[in-house]
């Protein structure tokens, strides 16, 4: 299993408090993202990062930020949670594969999820 | 959205074997299949990608159509831990942006 991280792993918070999710990679890969899943819609990605420092938005980023300082950390912050950000929140990883190159297929790994409750 | 199309559910056997369809009629040249699964409560699973020829490694296998338009996942001796939801992927090469649809929820049963 590819060395994937995310803590907490649960977490029970008040609307309108801050919380910062962590993803915490051992794979030195390059690409990380983050995906929310709630019932009846999937799981839809939050952000992406292709870097240190390169972060970039996804299908569902209002009211979540990232941040990426190292390789091996992204950080997930809701600067004011509100319920309907309550969620199970996934990390996953990626990276080259083997002769495919930029504009080749990538496998993403992912992470145990975070189940976050905002009441 | 999701470009592509599943059943919902299907059961097989224990020890048979479980052939997935979908279908991705839209499917541009460039773009891959990839399929991967998730198993209850845990993070997404990848399984196996293809573009044009059918590929096989140790979890399963890829049919797909010469027309592309459609996929078979071959799970050849379904055991009880491969009950999941799978879900069939259309991405372009490059991109960062999976996007899941409500897949096919796969029960083995005894």
């Known amino acids: 299993d590819a060395g994937i991280t995310q803590s907490p792993r649960h977490k029970v918070t008040e609307t309108g408090t801050p919380v910062t999710l962590r993803c915490h990679q051992t794979?030195?890969?390059?690409?990380m993202y983050w995906y929310r899943q709630d019932p009846g819609h999937g799981l839809r990605l939050i952000h992406y990062?292709?870097?240190?420092?390169?972060?970039d938005k996804g299908e569902v980023s209002d009211g979540y930020s990232v941040s990426r300082s190292k390789t091996e950390d992204f950080l997930l912050t809701l600067e004011s949670a509100t319920s309907s950000q309550t969620s199970v929140y996934f990390c996953?990883?990626?990276?080259?594969?083997?002769?495919?190159?930029?504009?080749?297929?990538?496998?993403?790994?992912f992470g145990p999820g975070t189940r976050l409750t905002v009441l | 959205d999701a470009k592509t199309t599943q059943p919902p559910s299907m059961d097989c056997a224990e020890g048979r074997a479980a052939n997935l369809p979908c279908n991705h009629s839209?499917?541009?040249?460039?773009?891959?299949v990839y399929w991967y699964r998730q198993i209850h409560s845990q993070g997404p699973q990848y399984i196996i990608h293809?573009?044009?020829n059918n590929e096989t490694n140790e979890m399963a296998s890829l049919i797909i159509t010469e027309d592309r338009k459609s996929s078979t996942l071959i799970l050849p001796h379904a055991t009880l831990r491969d009950t999941a939801v799978y879900y069939c992927?259309?991405?372009?090469?490059?991109?960062?942006?999976?996007?899941f649809g409500k897949g096919t929820k796969l029960t083995v049963n005894p």
């Open positions: 293809g573009l044009k």
């Open positions: 794979e030195n890969h390059r690409y």
């Open positions: 839209t499917i541009s040249g460039n773009e891959y």
């Open positions: 990062s292709y870097g240190v420092k390169d972060t």
């Open positions: 992927i259309q991405l372009q090469g490059g991109s960062e942006k999976l996007v």
């Open positions: 996953a990883i990626s990276d080259f594969v083997s002769g495919g190159g930029l504009a080749g297929p990538r496998k993403q790994f």
